[in-house]
């Protein structure tokens, strides 16, 4: 399938410089780490924004650029208008918030999204105010890990031509660091002018919104056990069978019907618990990605059961009704 060239290189460019943020940010000793990953960062944002733009757009170039009237001979504007060039007689492009207000407009971006973007750019712009960035590093990787988590999941909302499973994108936890760093570290006043923002962009978090993220908590422990007891895994329909503890399964299905009732409520505008509802839940209980029948009693053969859901069952009932 022919792919338009622009859009084409916009994706390519994205992804480079989102791999470009997490490279620098992984070296183990970098003094500008936090900024120079908001700038990139930022950067792929705002091409994969705009490659977005342009594909819904079938491609008009237009739809990306910065638009102005053609003069006609009287010195009046017409109603046909042509692009803005910069200084050096190239067409000047849209910013990403043109692009983020645009979207949101369009209601095809969440505003948990918004935020988790608009307080990346707050870093870049206010970067060189971070003199003794030491004091916030954890907050503004917490912001890094939902920034990344939020790129894979639009990627694979808007069905770019983009292949995830050839790229690893993930940041190298903070470990090892010394308590007295952070003792000795004075929080300026920029700095936290920085995390009173983010503080307002989270009490305002759309709490019903279970696939974007603003920030990821970060919380690591250290036991003395062998890590060849806890070894991580991915779903494969062909892969080996494993099991799961009890415990593994509460934090894998964690709602109840009653939270999905509730939730629904708050995150549909047209929602009804109706025959409708009963029989999308139905197509869920088939997936045992979405639905586990936990036993109540475990150690009980004879115990009574009941169902529990993975929050990725939002993607199957968002097709299904229209959020607020």
């Known amino acids: ?26 070296k183990p000793n970098f003094a500008y780490r936090e900024e120079t990953f908001s700038i990139l960062a930022v950067n792929a944002w705002e091409l994969l924004l705009k490659a977005y733009i342009l594909k819904i757009n079938k491609y008009n170039l237009n739809s ?18 042509k692009p803005v060039l910069n200084n050096i007689g190239n067409p000047k492009t849209i910013t990403i918030s043109d692009a983020l207000i645009r979207l949101t407009n ?16 707050e870093l870049r712009d206010n970067a060189v105010h971070f003199v003794n960035e030491k004091s916030m590093a954890k907050e503004i990787q917490e912001l890094g890990f939902a920034c990344i988590k939020n790129y894979m999941s639009i990627i ?17 936890p903070l470990a090892y660091i ?84 509730k939730l629904c409520k708050l995150r549909y505008s047209d ?27 475990p150690k009980n053969p004879k115990s009574s059961k009941k169902p529990f859901y993975n929050t990725n069952i939002w993607q199957e009932l968002d097709t299904h009704y229209n959020k607020k």
């Open 1 to 26: 399938m022919k792919v338009n060239k622009t859009y084409r290189s916009l994706l390519d460019k994205s992804i480079a410089s989102m791999l470009s943020a997490i490279e620098i940010y992984n």
């Open 64 to 81: 990306i650029y910065f638009l102005e009237p053609v003069k006609k001979k009287n010195g009046q504007n017409s109603t046909r208008k």
């Open 106 to 121: 369009q209601r095809r971006v969440s505003q948990n999204l918004v935020d988790s973007i608009e307080s990346i750019i």
């Open 156 to 172: 694979k909302r808007w069905e770019l031509e983009i292949d995830l499973t050839v790229y690893n994108f993930y940041l190298m």
């Open 178 to 261: 010394d308590s007295k760093i952070y003792a000795d570290t004075v929080i300026t006043s920029e700095s936290q002018n920085y995390i009173d923002f983010i503080k307002s962009k989270l009490k305002n978090k759309d709490t019903t919104d279970e696939e974007f993220d603003i920030a990821i908590s970060i919380d690591i422990n250290f036991k003395k056990t062998n890590s060849f007891e806890g070894l991580g895994f991915v779903f494969d329909k062909d892969g080996v069978k494993i099991n799961l503890s009890e415990e593994d399964v509460q934090k894998n299905f964690p709602l109840t019907h009653t939270d999905i009732l």
């Open 271 to 297: 929602f009804k618990a109706d025959k409708g509802f009963n029989q999308y839940m139905r197509t869920v209980k088939q997936n045992s990605k979405l639905h586990y029948m936990r036993k109540l009693d």
